[in-house]
């Protein structure tokens, strides 16, 4: 069993900065990739930011300069520092790792989301 929980959204103010926090638990061997993508109402779900184990990363272009993804292997956690928050970064956002598992199994886990709004 693998959960991933998410932390850290709310509302603020256009050019505010939130902090989303997600922490991995259960029987997790290690994870390869973290990463956060959301979903506004009416779109698909996108990628927001990654990160490898081999401190890869990689950003949508539109948060490219106003977030940053860090992890802590220690305990499994991911942040997604935002900056410069603009209306249209409004949406839901959701932590995934993919992740090797104690018992061998290898694929990506999903957290429930973390609303996030900026009103314009």
């Known amino acids: 069993q693998v959960q991933l929980v998410e932390s850290g959204g709310g509302l603020v103010q256009a050019g505010g900065s939130l902090r989303l926090s997600c922490a991995a638990s259960?029987?997790?061997?290690?994870?390869?990739?973290m990463g956060w993508y959301r979903q506004a109402p009416g779109k698909q779900r996108e990628l927001v930011a990654s990160l490898t184990s081999g401190h890869s990363v990689d950003y949508a272009d539109s948060v490219k300069g106003r977030f940053t993804i860090s992890r802590h292997n220690a305990d499994n956690t991911v942040h997604l520092q935002m900056n410069n928050l603009k209306p249209k970064d409004t949406a839901v956002y959701y932590c995934?790792?993919?992740?090797?598992?104690?018992?061998?199994?290898?694929?990506?886990?999903w957290g429930r989301g973390t609303q996030v709004t900026v009103p314009s």
């Open positions: 995934k790792d993919r992740l090797y598992t104690k018992v061998g199994a290898w694929g990506d886990y």
């Open positions: 259960g029987s997790i061997l290690s994870i390869v990739v």
